[in-house]
């Protein structure tokens, strides 16, 4: 099972970091991927990381403001976000997909509960 958690409510402007946390089973063996949807919107994809580590994919509208990262040691994947905008604002997940990392949020096996972002004006 996977937990999203670290969202909240922060100014536009500001940093956010986000954290996906397995319970259950190791995240070491799954391409990650951050997602975010917005009320009425189909779910978004914002990050995806191999499970190396050593390929990440990011979504245009945030390339060069977020980061996503892993310590498989910890079981743990990261998504740090700077720079936030208010067109940022949704609800946060992260997915585990046993093969590549990619955009697609069909392809991912397993889902976690998400975290509630919202960056004011």
């Known amino acids: 099972q996977l937990q999203a958690s670290g969202g909240g409510l922060v100014q536009a402007g500001g940093s956010l970091g986000l954290s996906c946390a397995a319970s259950?089973?190791?995240?070491?063996?799954?391409?990650i991927g951050w997602f975010r949807q917005t009320p009425g919107k189909e779910r978004e994809f914002v990050a995806a990381i191999s499970w190396s580590g050593s390929v990440t994919y990011y979504a245009d509208s945030v390339k060069g403001r977020v980061t996503i990262s892993r310590d498989n040691a910890k079981n743990m994947v990261y998504l740090r976000m700077n720079s936030l905008k208010p067109e940022d604002t949704a609800v946060y997940y992260c997915?585990?997909?046993?093969?590549?990392?990619?955009?697609?949020?069909?392809?991912?096996?397993?889902w976690g509960h998400g975290t509630q972002v919202t960056v004011s004006s």
């Open positions: 997915a585990a997909d046993y093969k590549s990392p990619t955009a697609q949020a069909a392809l991912y096996d397993y």
């Open positions: 259950g089973r190791t995240i070491r063996s799954f391409a």
